[in-house]
């Protein structure tokens, strides 16, 4: 079978491509408010308001289980949308997804806590976190393969890392929001005041829905529909065919989450309640630090452009095992300086692997089955080491008193995630595109 370019060039394809990577970017960016929405809120409320109990560990435990299951889900996610955004187009995915993640958040705003309907309350709030799962799941994929499929010669990690984008972007709005509601609510906000962020998702998804709706399907998948070349299931064909291409993306994807959501999320607790921050500073030091991801995301994208994405992520990926060794020896002198210099470091060295992900990923797999490869490789290793990642923090200081280990367990993930960027390079070599192939569709 022939594979399909994915570059194409001309001013009527660049305009177009720049416009889906600016609704790629917006997309994304309203469903991770979402999630990191929640992540904050877990972190920071939904222990006391849904896990009562005698011991704070074990009701901050339950709070990031809730967290960590809307990772199980994810697969699943990316599984239905993969097999659908191979077989129907990528556009329509995009739109669901949005939808249901808006859903499940503003739910959430809504849902009374443990001390008004029981145990009820933390069950549906699993149900939404589950759902929240789904969404992002079925996101990712769809999103990163409308910007990679539409973008111009030679700017593929550059305009797939737009999807990327939206993690920071997330990231600042959900905690200025959580930053701006503890401020204005006071007390109120652990009773009632961090409800309004989740029901404001409304706007936020809307304002996404119009922006989505206006772009046009990815001109590789557009061109396989119309030779019929279009898998009929998927799913079963990339596991069968492509078994290596799925575990390296597995492996490949699950240093960055790790690092990511100890950066985003775990900090938010331990830094309170261990080290002696105070809330509201470290949502502050989590807003700069992702607006720092925000700005190095574009300038690492280019760069391995330029450099190429092989040799961004390697370096990037040894900066990255001295980071998790160095993030807490700084972030726990109590020090917030130093917790901006610790978070900043962690995340501009995890972005040189986490901005050529996209690309990356749709080197792996042919077009017609790049939705569901793609998927299934980022969203579990979005389990292997963004879901665990908070749980694995908290039960590794409560069992030793020592955060050094837990820099040494990401620093282990860095390592698995650096011998799957290597073995990528081989794993990719046969998906390349040829210049008579770009000859080809440029005709």
């Not at 609704?23 to 994304?28: E, K, P």
């Not at 690092?259 to 830094?271: A, C, H, K, N, Q």
């Not at 700069?288 to 760069?303: C, E």
Request: proline share 5%; hydrophobic share 55%.
């Amino acid at each position: 079978m022939t594979h399909l370019p994915l570059d194409h060039a001309g001013p009527r394809n660049t305009r177009e491509a720049r416009k889906v990577a600016v609704a790629s970017f917006v997309g994304t960016a309203i469903e991770w408010y979402d999630f990191f929405l929640y992540g904050a809120a877990a972190a920071l409320v939904f222990g006391p308001q849904f896990f009562p109990s005698g011991d704070p560990v074990l009701s901050q435990l339950g709070s990031f289980a809730t967290f960590a299951v809307g990772f199980l889900t994810r697969p699943l996610g990316g599984m239905i949308a993969g097999h659908f955004g191979d077989r129907i187009g990528r556009k329509r995915i995009l739109i669901l997804s949005l939808l249901l993640m808006g859903s499940a958040t503003v739910v959430v705003g809504l849902l009374p806590t443990y001390a008004q309907i029981g145990v009820a309350a933390p069950v549906i709030l699993v149900v939404l976190r589950l759902l929240q799962g789904l969404a992002v799941g079925a996101e990712w994929g769809g999103a990163a393969l409308m910007a990679v499929e539409h973008a111009p010669p030679k700017r593929r990690t550059l305009y797939g890392s737009s999807t990327q984008l939206g993690v920071p972007a997330g990231a600042i709005l959900a905690n200025l929001m959580m930053l701006v509601l503890s401020a204005t609510t006071g007390p109120a906000f652990t009773a009632w005041g961090w409800r309004i962020g989740f029901v404001a998702s409304i706007v936020l998804v809307v304002f996404g829905l119009v922006v989505r709706r206006t772009l046009t399907e990815s001109p590789l998948f557009a061109q396989a529909a119309a030779r019929r070349a279009t898998a009929r299931v998927p799913l079963v064909q990339v596991l069968r065919r492509y078994p290596a291409g799925v575990l390296v993306a597995i492996f490949a994807t699950a240093a960055s989450p790790a690092i990511g959501y100890t950066v985003l999320t775990f900090i938010l607790s331990y830094g309170t309640e261990h080290v002696g921050y105070s809330r509201d500073a470290l949502l502050v030091v989590i807003i700069v630090i992702s607006a720092l991801q925000f700005v190095s995301t574009l300038v690492l994208a280019d760069a391995a452009d330029r450099w190429g994405r092989r040799r961004t992520m390697v370096v990037g990926s040894l900066v990255q095992v001295v980071a998790a060794l160095a993030f807490f020896p700084l972030f726990d002198t109590g020090v917030v300086l130093l917790a901006v210099v610790a978070c900043g470091f962690a995340m501009v060295a995890n972005t040189a692997q986490y901005a050529p992900l996209p690309a990356v990923m749709s080197d792996l797999f042919p077009t017609n089955l790049r939705y569901s490869g793609s998927s299934l490789g980022y969203q579990f290793g979005s389990i292997v080491g963004g879901s665990l990642a908070p749980i694995v923090a908290t039960a590794l200081y409560a069992g030793t008193r020592n955060s050094l280990l837990i820099g040494g367990y990401l620093a282990g993930m860095t390592v698995l995630a650096l011998v799957a960027i290597l073995l990528a390079h081989t794993a990719a070599l046969t998906h390349r595109v040829t210049d008579a192939e770009r000859r080809l569709v440029a005709k």
